[in-house]
């Protein structure tokens, strides 16, 4: 195995440093619109979380994403998230260990 330069970033809740691909990206896009990125393309300022929900609830507790992404995030955004989030979490564990193999350059 050679070692491969895998791109870490930290959870704003838990402020863990981990690879990309372990994280769900939050975007808030140039509409303000404050949205759930799983592809990790969408335009905007990003914030990242673990893929797990307890994370999203301490960050909705702590207001982590409204420092990250530099706006007041509603509460009913953090509702829309919370459940865009439980929503994509199983999909996100489950597709987590196809992508294992092609890290993008
Ligand atoms: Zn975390």
Redesign the pocket.
């Given at each position: 195995m050679r070692p491969r330069k895998i791109p870490l970033r930290k959870?704003v809740?838990?402020q863990?440093m981990k690879p990309k691909k372990e994280l769900i990206r939050v975007v808030r896009t140039p509409d303000e619109a404050v949205l759930i990125d799983l592809t990790g393309k969408k335009a905007g300022r990003g914030a990242y979380?673990?893929g797990q929900v307890d994370?999203f609830r301490l960050a909705k507790k702590s207001r982590a994403l409204d420092r990250a992404l530099k706006q007041t995030v509603g509460p009913e955004i953090y509702d829309q998230l919370a459940q865009d989030f439980i929503a994509v979490e199983d999909e996100f564990i489950a597709g987590k260990d196809e992508m294992d193999d092609d890290e993008e350059a």
């Open positions: 959870c809740a838990c863990e979380l673990c994370c």
